[in-house]
DNA sequence: CGAACTATTGAGGTAGTTCAATCTTAGTGG
DNA sequence: CCACTAAGATTGAACTACCTCAATAGTTCG
């Protein structure tokens, strides 16, 4: 990528979005490059933490595997999302494993380099405290979800929020632009693939979504599922 | 509160710990104060957030109320934790309402003060990343807890954490020094009061713990509830 | 074309909820 | 100081949402 390439992620990003073209241009000449095939991992759970990622293409599911072996999803991340950053900045190995799950390009900084950057431009740190606020928020509210909420409610929100942040409009309703296992929302709503499953056979059967097997997930009357995760 | 007073809660505040005296002084004499009595509310979830606080002595609940009227207590916070802080930095309406569980001091200072503050002392940056990356961990470790374990389990966990964090030791065991009820504890941990209430009592009669009605609980054997919270 | 995933669907079991009644203790006012 | 009240806690019984186990089927890819 060239540097203009690299300043037009940096624009869209949750770190650098908004600041001034010096500054972008400044963390675009930083930045190195890596590339990911489909199901390679970015760093891996237990690593330790020595460099922030920014994806400039494609997308990752971040695991965290317990000691016993299950595994939760904790978010799915695109163009823009700063990876790794959290655990760098504590100083403690990296909390979970960011896996590709279609080709994915992302940009990356040493810490010392990151630490220049904020220090040229400090409008960095409050970026930063940004970010790291909207993801308290969203683990908040998802920990509200799955300790209050039954499971067809925090499926449905989960859909509404992947398709909030990825979701392209086509004619036929809202797609989800990759490849989301009936595992993967299992594992990100705390229940099982089968529970999960049935759940989307009943939807389909009430014309709520399509993509039996799989091909990308549809949302034909995103409204519905609004009401489904919002039921009293 | 003194100058002297505040600076020594300062020094043990996540904000503040370890920042030279000159930052302390200067964030001692920018505070205001404010008392609440038991059961007060520093502010509501839901208002705009405006003030920084810091917890000088005593304990507060922190719960965030859903639409629905269901209840989740996010944490528990004492002496030198950082209240507000997030929403204000991000500027959104505080998402959940701290409560006194006793009495409670709390030193404030407004977010334009706040900001001098971090202006003039840059490391405060750094420490407030590193106390909400603090916080990320700790609620992707819970969510993890809710949507993977079973209830002894989480609740084990949760009664750990706990007394990890705020816990006395006495010659009879590990004392929680203020009043948690069963049902604070379903709403740490996902599940109902009667649920919490049978599982202290199975733990009662297995000489776990002590404090049977509303007193301070007791662990008498903190390593047979680790157990417990790492159960296969 | 076969192997390896991923998904679907049924049947049965159970952890934990819900409903309901009773009990204990701290606090309040007479 | 004692009766009364309110709030928290306990415990039983019945129910159910969801899990587990199990078998089958459709898809993808070498």
Redesign the pocket.
């Known amino acids: 990528m060239d540097i203009p390439a690299r300043v037009s992620v940096l624009e869209r990003s949750t770190l650098f979005g908004g600041l001034p073209r010096e500054a972008l241009e400044a963390g675009a000449e930083a930045a190195s490059e890596k590339k990911l095939d489909k199901g390679e991992a970015l760093f891996r759970q237990g690593d330790d933490a020595t460099t922030h990622y920014i994806v400039a293409s494609g997308r990752l599911r971040l695991d965290q595997t317990t000691p016993d072996g299950k595994n939760v999803v904790l978010r799915f991340m695109g163009p823009g999302d700063l990876v790794g950053s959290v655990a760098v900045m504590r100083g403690i190995p990296y909390p979970a494993t960011p896996t590709a799950v279609e080709e994915t390009r992302a940009l990356l900084w040493s810490h010392a380099r990151m630490m220049e950057l904020i220090q040229a431009h400090p409008a960095l740190a409050m970026k930063a405290m940004n970010m790291m606020g909207g993801r308290i928020e969203e683990l908040q509210e998802r920990l509200q979800q799955v300790a209050t909420q039954?499971?067809?409610r925090r499926i449905a929100a989960t859909v509404l929020k992947i398709a909030g942040q990825s979701g392209r409009k086509t004619q036929a309703g809202v797609e989800i632009p990759f490849p989301l296992?009936?595992?993967d929302l299992a594992e990100m709503t705390?229940?099982?693939?089968?529970?999960?499953?049935?759940t989307?056979?009943a939807w389909?059967e009430e014309g709520i979504i399509e993509g039996?097997?799989?091909?990308h997930l549809v949302i034909k009357r995103p409204h519905r599922l609004v009401e489904i995760s919002e039921q009293a």
Chains 1, 2 share one sequence.
């Open positions: 039954q499971v067809e296992s009936r595992q705390g229940t099982t693939l089968h529970t999960v499953s049935r989307l056979s389909i039996r097997r799989s091909s």
